[in-house]
């Protein structure tokens, strides 16, 4: 029955975190029914504890390892399967990551388990802050950490649009360079981590709240 479910979509699930005691390491997964209603049961919310705990027992380094950790003597995916036979829905891990820093590594859970994010910090005992980075990726979704981060293909092709936008508008040609800097500083702030809008206080920026410590590395799952 499980095989036969195999086709179906688990488009629904949750997003689960964790870190390591000492901070130095985090953990996400998602993990999939296919229905809301199933994700919200009881047993499904049992089974992705118990993934978790053993993922922070055990931190595998990627998906193939997760689903050969045993539960209960049986590996994962025979627990997913054993799982789906009860439920009667195909139930999947679609993704899981881990973060390791010799910094400091926090975790926030944004809208019940929808969204996950990770963040590494380059200095230790600085998981206040690096929560409030977790928090901020969440909800800001950048896609790099700084603007030096953005491809140069991503940036030209960018630069190429906003160029074509000011001569249809009309702008003098010895206009459009500066025009498309001031362009460009509202593209790095919608999508470098460190340019955006502090969520916590909009008059900041989060390079204003870091000081001297540096984001390493960011991790971010959405359904």
Known sequence: KAVQRSQREAREGVVKVAV?????????????AET???????KFQEFTEKVMRIVREKQPK?????MALKIDGAAVKENLDGLSGIIGEKLDIKRYGLLKSAGTVAAYS???GKIGA???????????????????????NPKYIRPEDVPAAELDKEKEIY???LLREGKPENMIEYIMSGK????????????????????????????SVKVE???RYSL
């Open 20 to 32: 390591s005691g000492d901070a130095k390491i985090g953990f996400i997964a998602e993990i999939n």
């Open 62 to 66: 990627d998906l193939i390892e997760l």
């Open 184 to 211: 460009l500083e509202k593209f790095y702030e919608e999508i470098c981590l460190i340019k955006q809008e502090y969520i916590k206080d909009d008059k900041k920026k989060v390079q204003d709240i870091l000081g």
């Open 110 to 112: 944004h809208l019940g």
């Open 36 to 42: 809301d209603f199933v994700v919200r049961s009881e």
């Open 217 to 219: 590395k960011f991790i």
């Open 118 to 140: 990770l963040a590494a910090l380059d200095k230790e005992g600085q998981s206040d802050i690096a929560y409030d980075i977790a928090m901020q990726v969440a909800a800001a």
């Open 163 to 165: 160029r074509e936008q």
